[in-house]
């Protein structure tokens, strides 16, 4: 198919009926547009998590299922079917309901991806039908049918291959029909057919992977804000948006926790070398940010990210003075319990790495004490959280006098308790105090982007 638009439209784009109309709109401005990938409604996948956390006592049970229907009849009350509609919708909160009293007598990740399902699969109904109200032919279509992954619940990885071949038989050829085909972001199945997702916030990887499969011209990713800025707008009010990102920035921005875009978001497109739009479908007039093999500038500072919740573990062993394999064995150890590892330095007699907390729907904290004891089996173990990764994103770092004096003295007020340069000349790491990250995130920003 020529010129294939792919529009993902993330939470809080689907939050209510206006919100919803809003996205109609851009969708049929635009007649390339014919694939459009959508999350849950703003705030409903966290509240399924904590359905799938089978903490919750029936009160607290019944309360999460009444706001989950408030949520979706503020968008059923403005349509003609409102009572086929609610009846849809309360299938859904039934199912999530039985599902939520499995989960209280034993939780599971298989159990929590079906559990949080639900959320995308009642969003692409709902917006279904107000394209349909708004006069558009539009059809709902199950992306499990063609989103195969492996079975790793809650943070599932697609399995390219059998992903491209059917999507290519079961949905592309309904982009060419007179019907707008809408979808759901985040979720998957694997070979058994069993419900996996592809981590929290995987809806712009899902539009990432169908567009790689439908060989789309662009993907568009509309979100809250009009396009990718050079920190978050929340937390730095002076942040302003960038025009044009190369993959390589973009994707390193979303490595270090520009949530804006999933981190995997960028490889398939990549892979095809399909620019990505992003840009806010509240205010779709206001522009946004191609993010493109490469740039006409390239800036030695670009953005600055700030990623929460890192564990910083300290493993430590006299007997590493010159011996070999101590490295070898600490990171099988890593693989062994799927832990990425995202910073890393060392000195005579230890090492120190910060792991990623994880980003699956389970929510839980993802440093299993089976995997401490396998470490101190052979090195003193120190683990330390309440820390925040800051991270400098740009342009021949390594290669350009003065950027790390410039760095330095913007944060001099702050503890820093690591540091990583030199691996990438297009980032340079700091991890700070929790309570420090957005003051030594704005300090940054006023001294390196500001000027
Ligand atoms: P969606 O639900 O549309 O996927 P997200 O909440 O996942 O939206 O991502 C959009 C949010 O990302 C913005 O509201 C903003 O707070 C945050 N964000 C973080 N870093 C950036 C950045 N560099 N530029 C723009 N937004 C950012
Ligand atoms: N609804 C999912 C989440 O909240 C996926 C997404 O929004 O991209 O994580
Ligand atoms: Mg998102």
């Known amino acids: 198919m020529k010129h294939l638009d792919i529009a993902k439209f993330g939470g809080t784009s689907v939050a209510s009926f206006n919100a919803m109309s809003s996205c109609v709109k851009v969708v049929t401005a635009n007649p390339h547009t014919r694939l459009v990938v959508v999350s849950a409604c703003a705030g409903v996948t966290n509240i399924l998590v904590e359905l799938a956390s089978g903490a919750l006592n029936r009160e607290e049970v019944m309360d999460r299922i009444a706001k989950l229907r408030a949520i979706h009849q503020e968008i059923t009350a403005h349509l003609p079917d409102k009572e086929a509609c609610d009846a849809h919708i309360e299938e859904h909160l039934t199912d999530v309901r039985n599902l939520a009293a499995e989960a209280a007598m034993e939780r599971s990740d298989e159990l929590t991806d079906r559990i949080v399902s639900h959320g995308e699969l009642m969003s692409s109904f709902l917006i279904t039908e107000v394209f349909k109200y708004a006069g558009f032919k539009a059809r709902c279509f199950d992306v499990r049918n063609v989103m195969r992954t492996d079975s790793a619940f809650g943070c599932a990885k697609p399995l390219l291959e059998v992903l491209g071949t059917l999507t290519r038989q079961q949905l592309l050829p309904l982009l060419d029909g007179e019907e707008i085909v809408v979808t759901q972001g985040f979720i998957g199945s694997n070979t058994e057919g069993m419900t996996t997702t592809l981590g929290r916030g995987g809806s712009d990887y899902t539009a990432a992977l169908l567009g790689e499969a439908c060989d789309a011209e662009t993907i568009s990713i509309w979100t809250d804000v009009p396009g990718v800025y050079t920190t978050d ?6 942040a302003r948006p960038i025009a044009e990102l190369s993959y390589l920035e973009a994707a390193e921005m979303a490595t270090f926790g520009a949530k804006i875009l999933h981190p995997s978001t960028l490889v398939p497109a990549v892979r095809r070398n399909i620019p990505v739009f ?17 740039t006409a500038t390239h800036p030695a500072f670009r953005a600055v990210a700030l990623r929460r919740n890192q564990t910083l573990i300290v493993l430590a062993s006299p007997k590493m003075v010159g011996a070999s394999g101590f490295l070898a064995r600490v990171f099988s150890i890593f693989a062994k319990y799927s832990k990425s590892v995202d910073l890393v330095s060392t000195s005579e007699v230890s090492i120190a790495v910060t792991l990623d907390a994880g980003s699956n729907t389970s929510g839980l904290n993802s440093i299993s004490e089976d995997m401490l004891s396998e470490l101190r089996e052979f090195c003193h173990v120190r683990v330390e959280d309440k820390l925040s990764l800051v991270a400098i994103i740009g342009n021949d770092l390594a290669k350009t006098a003065g950027v790390t004096a410039k760095c330095f003295d913007a944060i001099e007020k702050y503890a820093v308790r690591m540091i990583c340069y030199g691996a ?23 001294h390196l982007l500001e000027q």
């Open 233 to 238: 707008p929340r937390l730095v009010p002076h």
């Open 278 to 294: 992003v840009g806010s479908s509240k205010e779709p007039e206001k522009g946004g940010t191609w993010v493109r093999p490469d």
């Open 424 to 446: 990438s000349s297009h980032n340079l790491c700091f991890l700070l105090n929790e309570a420090d990250a957005v003051p030594a995130l704005a300090e940054l920003h006023q």
